[in-house]
């Protein structure tokens, strides 16, 4: 089965800094990727997703990720952070025609304003 | 177009209890999903359903069960339930493969 493994548990930046958050996952074939974010006290939601095509792909509220295959990496980033964004970052893969999800432990996202 | 709801939003039980939960997917997803969200575990895949059969599993006892009715309503059971049972669970709807996930708010079970 897949795994998905994010490197940082608690990252905390000052607004207007750039953010990466790292996503890596361990499965040998085809593979949609995820990034869910959780804000306090709110359900999981989706902010980008990648199924195929572009490898760069652009979500809501700013954020982009990139699907790297030799790497099997998906990395969050967002060029200027707001203190808004605090929440808990999950990054999910399924493997292709398939809806058994597996999520990264998550990463807290702190920004002091 | 309403979201993915699950009921109760809270509930305590005594070890040994059993509970039901249910969830009802957005309207024409005939995919849900089910999964534990503890401070230890984070979040785990307990199994999914389409069309009235489990289409896949996790790594759970068997006293995690669930099913799934016609209009694609989903229900998950605990038997016996222990401490370790503690956590927010959360219900997932999907059109099909390869596309989103819609989350519901979850249900927090508190067992005592």
């Known amino acids: 089965a897949q795994s998905v493994s994010q490197h940082n548990h608690h990252v905390i930046l000052s607004e207007a800094a750039s953010l990466e958050l790292g996503c890596n996952y361990s499965?040998?074939?085809?593979?949609?990727l995820f990034w869910y974010v959780q804000y306090p006290g709110q359900h999981l939601q989706l902010l980008l997703k990648?199924?195929?095509?572009?490898?760069l792909v652009k979500g809501i509220k700013g954020f982009e990720a990139e699907f790297i295959k030799s790497k099997f990496s998906f990395n969050l980033r967002k060029p200027s952070v707001q203190w808004s964004d605090t929440a808990e970052y999950f990054c999910?893969?399924?493997?292709?025609?398939?809806?058994?999800?597996?999520f990264g432990a998550g990463t807290r996202l702190t920004v002091k304003p | 177009k309403a979201g993915v709801t699950q009921t109760p939003r809270y509930l305590i039980k005594t070890r040994g209890q059993q509970v039901t939960l249910s969830c009802s997917p957005i309207?024409?997803?005939?995919?849900v999903s089910w999964y534990q969200q503890t401070p230890g575990q984070g979040l785990q895949f307990l199994f999914e359903?389409?069309?009235?059969?489990?289409?896949n599993k996790g790594n759970f006892p068997g006293r995690f069960s669930g099913r799934q009715f016609s209009n694609s309503r989903s229900e998950m059971n605990v038997s016996t339930l222990e401490l370790g049972d503690s956590a927010l669970y959360l219900c997932?709807?999907?059109?099909?493969?390869?596309?989103?996930?819609?989350f519901g708010q979850g249900t927090r079970l508190t067992v005592v």
């Open positions: 359903y389409f069309s009235e059969t489990q289409r």
């Open positions: 990648y199924f195929s095509g572009d490898p």
């Open positions: 309207s024409g997803h005939r995919s």
């Open positions: 997932a709807s999907s059109a099909e493969f390869n596309t989103e996930a819609f």
């Open positions: 999910a893969v399924t493997s292709y025609n398939n809806n058994d999800m597996r």
């Open positions: 499965y040998g074939g085809t593979v949609n």
